[in-house]
């Protein structure tokens, strides 16, 4: 997705153009032009994220769109408009936050009850149409960093944010997205426990793909099923087979980086022949193995001696011929707790 220059508006927002035919006004004709449709018969408001995990320091980035699903031009009314022409086609503030009689971006903490996002202050004389009017198949959109324009963002938990633009008759775009402290990940066993650092820059959608998991315990009581001494311990399918998945069939695709395999990397299992397979099971490296180098995604690390005694005692465990485990070897549960950086700043929400 690309956006264009940078309109006139607060550091807060980021605006910028999308369109898939040149131009955004409909061609004028002799003829009367056809009855325009409505904007909420047509248009579709779209909200993404890079990632749906944040720290409380990091960033929130979120991309808005407007899109004219429609064939014939629209015109979507811009509250607050002053019938100026800006600079360039970007996305009125007004369509963004909506109006304090009627606002469009509102945000859900926890169960509590949606709160609306105030705008940022703008200046009096910023140009902005009387209406946003979108060619066919064209669209029209902005980015915005949201802990400048909503404070209270620090706070730790599940958020849903939510965007109305055209008013009650309109859809609405939501996306949800936890902000927390960073957690280290352990497993527990018959034979102790590993604590894993987690690579939430390196790795982040298969990192939250691996913190859900655990947060809803479905590690827990499942098995290591396959074991080789001086390569690798494999578990977390649901049915302790090789082929297992989630059992929603959700996959999350690849993200290698450079770090390298060492005794007691974390990283997620896949298919040989495909590398956007990762779903729920995970190996641990039991040495330092450069041919897995940049071929799986790593999405963490045990390092302590507690950890690496405990991987020694599971890696001298009797086997089968085909590496699996003469007797069960259960993930009793896997557990969160905040990362040592995270310990050792102030609690959420303080200064």
């Known amino acids: 997705m690309k956006f264009s220059r940078t309109a006139r508006l607060p550091a807060a927002l980021l605006l910028g153009v999308l369109l898939r035919v040149p131009g955004t006004l409909a061609p004028a004709g002799e003829e009367p032009a056809p009855e325009t449709p409505h904007p909420g018969d047509v248009v579709r408001p779209e909200l993404k994220l890079e990632r749906t995990l944040f720290s409380p320091t990091q960033p929130i980035r979120v991309r808005f769109l407007l899109f004219n699903a429609g064939g014939a031009a629209v015109e979507v009314p811009v509250p ?10 970007n996305l009125p503030t007004s369509l963004i936050f909506g109006t304090s009689e009627q606002p469009a971006l509102v945000l859900q903490y926890e169960q509590e009850r949606p709160t609306p996002i105030d705008p940022p202050e703008t200046t009096p ?31 730790s938990g599940r958020y849903r944010l939510q965007w109305q633009p055209l008013g009650s008759r309109g859809p609405t775009a939501s996306v949800v997205f936890r902000v ?11 034979y102790g426990k590993i604590t894993f650092s987690l690579f939430y820059d390196k790795a982040p959608r298969n990192v939250e793909n691996f913190l859900e998991l655990v947060r809803e315990r479905f590690y827990d ?7 080789i001494p001086g390569f690798v311990i494999q578990g977390g399918s649901p049915d302790g087979s090789p082929t297992g998945i989630r059992p929603d069939g ?21 298919k ?11 190996f641990i490296t039991l040495a330092r ?7 799986y995604t790593v999405i963490g690390q045990a390092s302590d001696e507690e950890s690496l005694r405990t991987l ?14 003469l007797r069960p070897l259960v993930i009793r549960f896997f557990t969160l707790v905040d990362a040592p950086e995270a310990r050792s700043r102030p609690a959420s929400g303080s200064d």
């Open 250 to 270: 959700k996959l999350v695709p690849a993200e290698f980086h450079p770090a390298p395999f060492e005794l007691g990397t974390l990283a997620m299992a896949r």
């Open 80 to 89: 607050g408009g002053n019938g100026q022409q800006p600079d360039s086609v």
């Open 221 to 227: 009581g499942k098995t290591i099923h396959r074991l």
């Open 180 to 190: 927390e402290p960073r957690k280290d990940a352990v497993m527990v066993s018959d």
């Open 289 to 295: 193995l450069p041919e897995l180098d940049g071929k």
């Open 312 to 325: 020694q005692r599971i890696s001298e465990l009797p086997t089968d011929a085909n590496g699996r485990p």
């Open 272 to 282: 040989p022949s495909d590398p956007d397979s990762a779903s729920c099971q995970f």
């Open 125 to 155: 004389s910023e140009a902005a149409p009387a209406v946003l009017r979108l060619a066919p198949h064209a669209g029209v959109g902005a980015e915005i960093e949201l802990t400048e324009v909503h404070r209270p963002l620090r706070y």
